[in-house]
Nanobody
Framework: QVQLMESGGGSVQAGGSLRLSCTTS?????RAWFRQAPGKEREGVAF????????WYSDSVKGRFTISQDRARNTLYLDMNILKPEDTAMYYC????????????????????WGQGTQVTVAS
């Protein structure tokens, strides 16, 4: 089983930036970032294929967040810029061995491996 561990969360002012990291114990070919705010369903934020063949973003973060990876270090990143109060949530790294498409990547039920999460709080 793959183990994932997030880091890099914290508190920032609106307009600020943060970089989240996710270290992975094994080789995973499909990874994503999700977030969950209190009382809301877990939401897909960004997705990437290990071979770099594609990446997708939710409309709410497109143009502000960037997903990337360091394959040698088996680490996934999420660079978050122009942060807004509505970005406040627990952020999770997830991995899956299932086939993923543009229509399914944002569905948390497609992922079987999850990290513990890291909190991001954006103050207005």
């Amino acid at each position: 089983q793959v183990q994932l561990m997030e880091s890099g969360g914290g508190s920032v002012q609106a307009g600020g930036s943060l970089r989240l990291s996710c270290t992975t114990s094994g080789i995973t070919y499909r990874r994503a970032w999700f977030r969950q705010a209190p009382g809301k369903e877990r939401e897909g934020v960004a997705f990437i294929f290990r071979d770099g063949s594609g990446e997708w973003y939710s409309d709410s973060v497109k143009g502000r967040f960037t997903i990337s990876q360091d394959r040698a270090r088996n680490t996934l990143y999420l660079d978050m810029n122009i942060l807004k109060p509505e970005d406040t949530a627990m952020y999770y790294c997830a991995a899956t061995s299932r086939p993923i498409s543009r229509d399914t990547w944002h569905n948390w039920r497609e992922y079987g491996d999850w990290g513990q999460g890291t909190q991001v709080t954006v103050a207005s």
